[in-house]
């Protein structure tokens, strides 16, 4: 089957595709997702891999107290040194952005929906003593009580 899915839609690629095609098949059947590349410049090392390490420090913030710059700072000079990774040029704050977004941390603002409107401040006390309650006074005799 997988031959005649190559020379159906990519004619003239040869066997070596068609068990390219069987093989990522079979792998999809067993785990549900392709394999991953092994090709490119990336060679699957990563200082990343040694993901607890970073999770554990993360989890120790309270929610909404991360940020990419502290992530930055923390992995260079706690988490990574503490793994034995001595790197002469520190992790960029871009780089730390893109393990937090690895290990599925989002860039949100928290907000909870409380206004405060500075009510007890001098100038906006002024403004409600001298100018709200004196209009508020002259429309009284228009208002239904």
Known sequence: MSEDIVWQWHEGQGIHFAHQVWMHACHYQLYEQLPVEKQGADSGKSLLNDKQAARTYLLSFPT???????????????????LGYNLSVGLSECMARQWLIKMGW????????????????????????????????????????
């Open 106 to 145: 989002q860039r949100k603002t928290l907000r909870k929906g409380v206004y405060m409107d500075g009510h007890k401040r001098a100038d906006v006390r002024t403004y409600h003593d001298q100018v709200v309650l004196p209009l508020m006074a002259t429309l009284d005799a228009r208002m239904v009580h």
């Open 64 to 82: 909404g107290d991360i940020t990419s710059k502290k992530f930055q700072h923390a992995l260079n000079k706690q988490i990574l040194p503490s």
